[in-house]
């Protein structure tokens, strides 16, 4: 199983560069280098999205499209420490009217970085998101990076804490981009998601 082949063709610092409302869309978000850029690469089986170990390295918007089916949206990160604040609030911004103006978006993958769990950023994104009515899946990734028993723990937790909110349908998911582990799964949730 395949995703169709995957190109930039927008990036976007202000709303009035969203590119037109053609296609379904699925966005990536989450704090700051928990892997977002790197799983949108693990799931079209290609390198375009450029990625760094360095926390902050997307700072638009950016829309790939899959083919001519579907767009995938790579975000910034949220809850990143050394980005200036007023680069903070203009990113909030920008991604708090993504979401509440795209009549194209279908779910939002929100991504977590297994390690860590769900953190107070994630809390808030998930606050505004859930009040937004955005369809939401969560998606526990850099999972190569904890022990099996760890990782069971975490998925408790994190499952736990995800009761609170309406619009979480499903359970969470475990991948790792790097080793590839989960990721045909997300793959067919993202098709299934986009009528593919
Ligand atoms: P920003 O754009 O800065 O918000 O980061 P991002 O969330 O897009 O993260 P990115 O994909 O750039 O990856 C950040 C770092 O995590 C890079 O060094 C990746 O190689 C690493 N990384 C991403 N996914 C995985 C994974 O599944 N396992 C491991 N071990 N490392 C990963
Ligand atoms: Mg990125």
Partial sequence: ??????????????PSSFPPERVSEVAFVGRS?????????????TTVVRTSDKPGLTRQINFYAAGKIFNMVDMPGYGFAYVKEEEKTQ?????ETYISTRKTLRKIFVIVDARHGIKLADVEFLEVLDKKGVEIQIVLTKCDMVIPPDLARRYVVVKEKLQ???NVADDPL?????KKTGILKLRKEVLRTVDA
């Fill in 1 to 14: 199983l395949e995703l169709p082949h995957l190109s930039f063709f927008a990036g976007a610092k202000i």
């Fill in 164 to 166: 609170h909110y309406k």
């Fill in 33 to 45: 280098n928990v892997g977002k850029s790197s799983l949108i690469n693990a799931l079209a089986d």
């Fill in 174 to 178: 475990m991948v790792s981009a790097r």
């Fill in 91 to 95: 990113w909030r911004e920008l991604m």
